[in-house]
Each structure stands twice: as C-alpha cells, then as structure tokens.
C-alpha cells in the first residue's frame, strides 16, 4: 500500500518560478504530491517552452498547475492571481507553502564613471527581492488562504555579510529579505506561520551568470568549498522540501545554509 503524502491536496505558491531555485523547487514539492501556483515573469520567446515543461510535470506527478506570467511586483497582479485561487480553485486555508525566489535586481557598481548605482535601483531590487516576500504573505492573509501550519522559505546568499563588487543592491536586499523574514516567523506566529531563509551556496544559475566577475567567483567556490563542487538547485529544493515536513514544524526564523560546508571557510 503506498502512504499518502501528507502534502497531498495542499498547494505551494512559489514566486520565480521559470528557472533555478524557483523550478526545481516546483519540481520536488510536485513530485511529493503539491500543487502549485507558479508566479513569473519571462520573455514571450521563453514561454511556450516554460508552459511545456510545467505540462510535463503536472502530468507526470498527477497535480494541479496554475501559473501565471506577470509582474508579482504590481498589487493588481498580486490580487488577481490570489482571487483566482480563492474563487475559481474554491481554495481557503489550503496553501501549505509559499517560496520566495525573485531574483530581481541590479548589479551596477558605486564608483564607476558610468552606470552607477542609484538610490532608485536600491529601491527596486530591495522592493523586489525582500518587500515583495512581506507583501505576498500579508495578502495571502487577507485572501485567508494559508493552511493552519504554513511554511514561508525564502533565499539568501553569503553576499548578504561579505562585499563583492557590483553586488551591493542586492547585497542591501538580501539582508532586508532576513530581517523581514525573522519578523514574519515572530508576528505572524500566532497564525501557524513558520518563516525561514536558505543560504544557498554558489549555484550555477541564470541569476548568478548575469552577476559580473561570476566566472572567478564560481572558480573560488570551486577551491574553498570542502565537497569540491558547487550547489546546485536540487540541493537547494530538497531542503524546501525538509523545510515544509511535518517534522520541521518548529524550525522558525532561521538561516539555513545549504551549500556543502562552502560558508566554513
């Protein structure tokens, strides 16, 4: 007899969701039996073959996949696709999880004689990257959506303690992003919350190759870190997936590394 998972039947909103952390993380919590409310924003080029790998996946995990194309920075967007799981899915209190990857930014530097960085890409990569997961998680709310235990996982990088060149927007974002993750694990507690933020290691991702200088530092990951590899998004979704386990219920307001020992040294 094959146990039901326990995830059957709930639904995962992930937010990023085309690429990288955000689809293999779709990937894992689908194959355990989650449905998923995928948010992104990808080329019109990109789309037909973003919607073919999603078809593949509902139908192979037998799940339910509704996703959505579009700016998750716009309320009017926010609201639209969380009217439609309340409404046209007949959801309430059946999203078990929400996973924050917006990778969202600007990576200039500050003293270069052009193209420097501004006060309003501050702004919009710290809106995007670490606001967004507050205002996603207060609307969810006000939908009455979440289930009575409900795991919010975000990302973080090491950039968020140590200065690397171009990185300091999304540096500032990412600090943000644990901050605003730790108050939601304190305040939204009482509502069965429980919020937490992976570190990920260097990961070989469309993200992380448009960072300038990406080729040196995936050559120092390559020496500092213990395993002699980098992360990648697998690695990253199957502690998403350990996260939203039963037996994971009382982890709150953490940063997890997840990076092979890389942060050691």
Known sequence: MVKKSTH????????????????????????HGM???????ERRSEFTAIEKELITIEKKCNIKIVHYNLDAMKVENRESVLEHLKETLKLEGEVQVLVHSIAKGNL?????????????????????????LYDWTKDIIKYNLFSEDTRIISFTSEGNTKAWPNYAAVSAAKVALESITRNIALEFAPLGIKANCIQAGVTDTASFRMIPGSDYIKEN?????????????????????LLTREEAKWITGTIIPVDGGEHLS
């Not at 449905?35 to 924003?41: D, G």
């Not at 990951?221 to 997936?241: F, G, H, S, W």
């Open 108 to 132: 200039k530097p500050m003293g270069a004689a052009e193209g420097t960085l501004q006060n309003d890409d501050f702004r919009l990569t710290i809106n995007s990257m670490a606001i967004s």
């Open 221 to 241: 990951t390559l020496k500092r870190n213990p395993n002699q590899r980098m992360t990648t998004p697998e690695d990253v979704a199957d502690v998403v997936y």
């Open 8 to 31: 059957d039947g709930k639904w995962a909103i992930i937010l990023g969701a085309s690429s990288g952390l955000g689809l293999a993380t779709a990937k894992k919590l689908a194959a």
């Open 35 to 41: 449905n998923l409310c995928l948010v992104y924003r």
